[in-house]
């Protein structure tokens, strides 16, 4: 009994460790597709037109896809961002999270 759990418990695990891997972005081909966002967000996504505009650089990964694709889906209401993330793919979003939580940033953590 003990050793079948181990195993599941291992299989689980392996299969866990991989999803990063798998789940995460290309930075290069994510800076190319974030140009249309730099008009509103900045450079890089560092500075921002509107103070209430947020700050795209060094926002996590996981953040950055799950906000996109509610734009997507309406569940987060902005018209102006539902335009644009209607339009981008599963791999577009993970691209473009991959890019901004790759720069740098003024960003804190506050824990």
């Not at 418990?9 to 991989?18: D, N």
């Not at 996981?62 to 902005?78: E, H, I, S, W």
């Amino acid at each position: 009994m003990k050793t079948k759990l181990i195993v599941a418990l291992v299989a689980t695990l392996s299969t866990l460790a991989a999803l990063p891997a798998a789940a995460s972005g290309n930075v290069a081909e994510g800076e190319k597709k974030a140009a249309a966002c730099a008009a509103c967000h900045g450079p890089a996504g560092a500075k921002p037109i509107q103070p209430d505009y947020p700050i795209l650089a060094g926002q996590h990964y996981d953040y950055l896809v799950a906000v996109l694709n509610q734009y997507k889906t309406g569940k987060r209401k902005n018209e102006v961002m539902k335009g644009f993330a209607a339009a981008l793919s599963p791999k577009d979003i993970r691209d473009l999270a991959a890019y901004y939580a790759a720069q740098k940033s003024d960003l804190k953590m506050k824990y």
